[in-house]
């Protein structure tokens, strides 16, 4: 149950992250609401997986797939250039969650 909230954590990371940038500083309404209401859900989302998952685990699952959904977010929408390098390292980033998950949550 841990890790499905961690997932659903991080991909709340990629919605906040996004609303903050188009929120333009946080003065526009309703981006500026869905940052609000994604990020304290994230983050307890995080704060609930570190119950079992080690902190260093989890909190690198977390950022690798919320950095990821946001850069592949961003290349969706136009906001940042598309190339075979971004996609490679996007790949990689993902790699590496699935890695960290492979190797195991043991303390």
Not at 34 to 55: K, N
């Amino acid at each position: 149950m841990s890790w499905i909230v961690l997932i659903l954590s991080g991909v709340l990371e990629a919605v906040w992250a996004t609303a903050l940038g188009r929120s333009e500083g946080l003065t526009r309404l309703w981006p500026s609401v869905v940052f609000g209401i994604a990020l304290v859900a994230s983050m307890g989302g995080l704060a609930f997986a570190m119950r079992e998952i080690p902190t260093g685990t989890a909190y690198a699952v977390w950022v690798g797939i919320g950095a990821a959904l946001t850069v592949v977010v961003a290349m969706i929408t136009g906001t940042e250039a598309v190339s075979l390098v971004r996609i490679l390292l996007v790949l990689g980033l993902v790699g590496c969650v699935i890695g960290l998950k492979l190797v195991g949550d043991t303390h």
